[in-house]
């Protein structure tokens, strides 16, 4: 079996390449314009995709079905709430490409984004230490 390093380096690894694959180059004009209108099927597409594309992780940590749908659920409403909230700050005060603060919002959502990563990763981590 691999190291436990090993283990979390390849999962947090692997899931900020699919966050930069989904985010980058998966997402269409569609998602992000949408991503503003609670409940708009754009951005709960974007954050699908996102869930989705995490469940090889586990993989990596095997779980239980219960636990892949919980932390996948989750995921996909942590996701879904962080853009969209980023998206209505910028949206409320007209910031763009040029504006400081747009840069302060989209550093604060890939950050939140990460944080979620090392989360997931922990829990299920400490998952296959208790087993």
Not at 90 to 108: D, Q
Request: charge should be negative; aromatic fraction near 14%; hydrophobic fraction near 50%.
């Amino acid at each position: 079996m691999a190291s436990s390093a090993n283990l979390i380096f390849l999962a947090i690894g692997y899931l900020l390449l699919k966050h930069a694959i989904a985010d980058f180059t998966l997402q269409t004009r569609y998602q992000v314009s949408n991503k503003m209108t609670y409940g708009h099927p754009g951005g709960i597409l974007h954050a699908l995709i996102h869930a989705v594309l995490t469940l090889p992780v586990y993989f990596i940590f095997p779980s239980e079905r219960a636990v892949i749908l919980a932390i996948t659920s989750l995921e996909f409403l942590i996701h879904y709430h962080i853009d969209y909230l980023k998206e209505c700050a910028v949206s409320r005060y007209g910031w763009t490409p040029e504006n400081t603060p747009f840069w302060w919002a989209l550093g604060a959502d890939q950050l939140l984004h990460n944080v979620t990563y090392l989360a997931i990763t922990a829990y299920l981590f400490a998952g296959i230490i208790e087993n």
